[in-house]
């Protein structure tokens, strides 16, 4: 059972999800958007099976949320996302 949302103006609830169900259980309590990961190999998470570009854009273009890429997102591979249905990029320490 989900905690209920607590709101405060101007703030927006983000979750984070790994699948398409967890995608349409972020929108199911109202998140406003999401971060997907990992999209690509990442040192933070290094036993994680990336998700890849075309699985992820597909989700992506399926969800009713906003749906930002997380996960070995870099500059180099970071460029590859521009002009799909992700809402944006996230990164934790490989974009400078």
Avoid: C
Avoid at 44 to 56: D, E, N
């Amino acid at each position: 059972m989900a905690l209920p949302i607590q709101r405060r103006p101007g703030f927006l609830v983000t979750a984070a999800a790994h699948n398409p169900r967890e995608l349409n259980r972020a929108k199911d309590i109202g998140a406003d958007a999401v971060f997907l990961s990992p999209i690509f190999a990442t040192a933070s998470h290094p036993k994680a099976q990336p998700l890849g570009i075309l699985r992820t854009t597909a989700w992506a273009k399926d969800s009713d949320v906003s749906v930002y890429a997380l996960g070995g997102i870099g500059t180099r591979n970071g460029r590859r996302l521009f002009g799909t249905a992700f809402t944006g990029i996230a990164g934790i320490s490989g974009i400078s």
